[in-house]
């Protein structure tokens, strides 16, 4: 009986206030290793289901207006489709050869593929899960970003140090612009000004101006960017760079690295709480989750999250904590509800409520409320 009671007890506690009787609230974890899909009920703390979705599955993305879970199979060379409802893969679509990632674009109606083997992008309609339009990007291009407005796609050029900025409809070339060297992630300010660039061969941020469709600025940054974390008011960039040990906030405005804040043994990912300005920085090699009141620039003290904790997400309204081990092959979900209310996001919670078994070497991580 008392097990009984302790268990409701942790349900309660974990149960969002937003999440009304009827709705689900499940995670997806990508295990790179078997090609699965580890389903988890985060009300019941409990694996749900496994589910085959091809070799090297990456770039986990949770549709915003469908009950779907969008991904693509790096080895397969195709975008597949998860039905959360009833836990099925309904399409496998071919978007060439060694994708990584998707995005989508703002009303959800079309995602959009790089495929860094066959230099190539490709729009899906996500209704149909029909492509409509293909295009040519440089030499290995690495990830496609949609513009917060939907009109324009930046994908990064790995082989050539560029950026291709197409039409988001069409796909038709626009520019072709300048970066470090090795281009790979991209994020976009909110006002579609400007994106950022990292590079994985030398330790810097380019800034690019998308209006006049130049290079304004290689950052120079001490370390390699491995996470890249905007402010919702597009302010500032939060860099994790393990090389570094550290964190880096980059002004937008200014397009300077305004400051540095060390953090630990291997800072690697990040995810950032609006509500409590908080970010939550994992550490892989200390086997923990740092939290950062990036306001005050104050680091807290570390949450055990682990033995190498990699990617970070929480839950819609930033009740839950979610942390993928791809040592242990496990899930922490960790209660953000239990921080102490006189310094908000820095007092750590209780160990983590539950550790979650998922597949072989997880990586990637999607939410899904339906």
């Known amino acids: 009986m008392l097990i009984v009671l302790a268990i409701r007890e942790v ?5 969002p206030a937003f999440l009304r009787p009827g709705l689900h609230l499940f995670a997806y974890v ?13 009300i019941k703390l409990s694996p749900v289901a496994t589910i085959i979705v091809g070799p090297g599955p990456s770039g986990l993305r949770a549709h915003p207006k469908r009950p779907e ?19 099925q893969i309904v399409a496998r ?14 009303d959800g109606r079309r995602a959009y593929v790089a495929a860094s083997g066959s230099n190539t992008v490709v729009v899906i309609d996500t209704a149909s899960r029909q492509i409509v339009a293909r ?8 990830i496609a970003r949609v513009s917060p407005d939907g009109k324009s796609l930046v994908v990064s050029n790995r082989d050539d140090a560029t950026i291709s900025l197409l039409d988001s409809g ?6 072709t612009i300048a970066t470090a060297p090795d281009p790979e992630q991209i994020v976009i300010l909110p006002d579609n000004s400007k994106a950022f660039i990292t590079s994985s061969l030398y330790n810097q941020v380019s800034v690019v101006d998308l209006k006049r469709k130049v290079l304004l600025a290689n950052l120079a940054l001490g370390g390699t960017a491995d996470d890249l974390d905007l402010k919702p008011d597009g ?27 060390l953090l630990g043994m291997s800072p690697t990912s990040a995810v950032f709480a609006p509500v409590t300005n ?31 904790p990699v990617t970070c997400a929480l839950t819609p309204g930033g009740d839950i904590l979610l942390v993928v081990d791809t040592a242990s092959n496990d899930l922490a979900a960790i209660r953000t509800r239990t921080l102490a209310s006189g310094q908000p996001g820095l007092t750590p919670p209780r160990p983590p409520t539950a550790l979650i078994a998922v597949g072989s070497h997880p990586r990637d991580l999607a939410i899904k409320v339906f």
């Open 135 to 142: 295009g040519r990007a440089g030499r290995r291009p690495w």
């Open 278 to 308: 908080t970010l939550y920085v994992s550490d892989t090699a200390a086997g923990h989750v740092v939290p950062v009141a990036v306001d005050t620039r104050q680091v807290g003290r570390p949450i055990q999250a682990g033995q190498s």
């Open 30 to 42: 990508g295990n790179t290793d078997d090609g699965t899909i580890s389903v988890i009920d985060l």
């Open 69 to 87: 879970i969008w991904g693509v199979s790096s080895a397969g060379g195709y975008a597949w489709v998860l039905d959360v409802q009833s836990n």
């Open 170 to 175: 069409t796909l038709a070339p626009i520019a």
């Open 11 to 15: 349900a309660l506690e974990l149960r």
């Open 235 to 261: 302010g500032e960039l939060y860099i994790t760079s393990s090389s570094a040990h550290g964190l880096l906030i980059v002004n937008t405005d200014t397009n300077e690295v305004a400051d540095f804040l």
């Open 93 to 106: 679509i071919p978007v060439g050869t060694l994708p990584y990632a998707l995005d989508f674009s703002p």
